[in-house]
């Protein structure tokens, strides 16, 4: 599957973007995950969400961010609010469909078998 992050651009803190993720093809039965790096930081998981729809998120955004997908869209979204400067970041989508996806770290980028190209996420005081 092919991957094509979009919806990135700049906020002001506090402020509000959602991200999308447009999937070439089915995305029911996948695990998906948001990751970002900034620069100079190694590359952190966000939100994630499994194959039976169960989420987790990062504490840095827990209370702030949701991610949802819409199977009929094959779109993952990552609603993001309350934007902090240290939200600033590239953001990527990924994705992978083995049966064990859930358990073999959610946030760790190892896990995923399909990434897109990133969409950055600038937010200024």
């Known amino acids: 599957v092919q991957l094509v992050e979009s919806g990135g651009g700049s906020a002001q803190a506090g402020g509000s973007l959602r991200l999308s993720c447009a999937a070439s093809g089915s995305i029911g039965g996948y695990c998906l995950a948001w990751f970002r790096q900034a620069p100079g930081k190694e590359r952190e998981g966000v939100a994630a969400?499994?194959?039976?729809?169960?989420?987790s998120y990062a504490d840095s955004v827990k209370g702030r961010f949701t991610i949802s997908q819409d199977n009929l869209k094959n779109t993952l979204y990552l609603q993001m609010n309350s934007l902090k400067s240290g939200d600033t970041a590239t953001y990527y989508c990924?994705?992978?469909?083995?049966?064990?996806?859930?358990?073999?770290?959610?946030?760790?980028?190892?896990?995923?078998?399909?990434w897109g190209q990133g969409t950055q996420v600038t937010v200024s005081m």
């Open positions: 969400i499994s194959h039976f729809q169960t989420t």
């Open positions: 990924a994705a992978d469909r083995r049966a064990d996806c859930w358990w073999r770290g959610i946030f760790s980028g190892s896990t995923y078998a399909y």
